[in-house]
């Protein structure tokens, strides 16, 4: 189960992002959707990064099936940037940030592993017929 809390004016269509989510995981997963603003207040709180971000993830560390997986937070203004920067739907960058999102409440790392989040998240977006996944951007910057 997805449970969104769009606290934007972005347009967020819930089912590719629901499908991504039962594709990945059957526990619940909480997704706020805000602006940078308020992400960049918990980056800073949670990461002692005073600076907005796109996408941060906050895993709920339990191996019980009826605990949520954790939360997701993305930035509505990120997301409008990029796709209008990279030239693709705003649809399909959530899409990129949640998946990036997703994987790392599943303990994947692309800092610290040995590119299995990449080729994860190279994956996905291939299925979905996505534009370059986020790890790929920020390797090609």
Not at 1 to 18: F, G, Q, R, Y
Not at 25 to 45: A, P
Not at 63 to 78: K, N, Q, R
Not at 85 to 104: N, P, Y
């Amino acid at each position: 189960m997805l449970n969104i809390e769009n606290l934007t004016n972005l347009t967020v269509n819930a089912v590719p992002l629901e499908d991504i989510a039962k594709e990945l995981t059957s526990r619940e997963i909480d997704l706020t959707i805000c602006n940078n603003e308020t992400i960049q207040e918990y980056n800073k709180e949670y990461r002692g990064k005073d600076t907005p971000t796109d996408v941060l993830s906050f895993p709920i560390e339990s191996d019980m099936e009826i605990m949520p997986l954790g939360s997701i937070v993305i930035s509505a203004d990120y997301v409008l940037q990029k796709a209008t920067e990279l030239g693709h739907r705003q649809e399909d960058e959530l899409m990129l940030l949640f998946i990036h999102g997703l994987l790392h409440l599943l303990g994947y790392d692309h800092e610290v592993d040995n590119g299995e989040m990449r080729k994860k998240e190279e994956s996905i977006i291939h299925t979905l017929n996505l534009p370059k996944s986020l790890i790929v951007r920020t390797e090609e910057s």
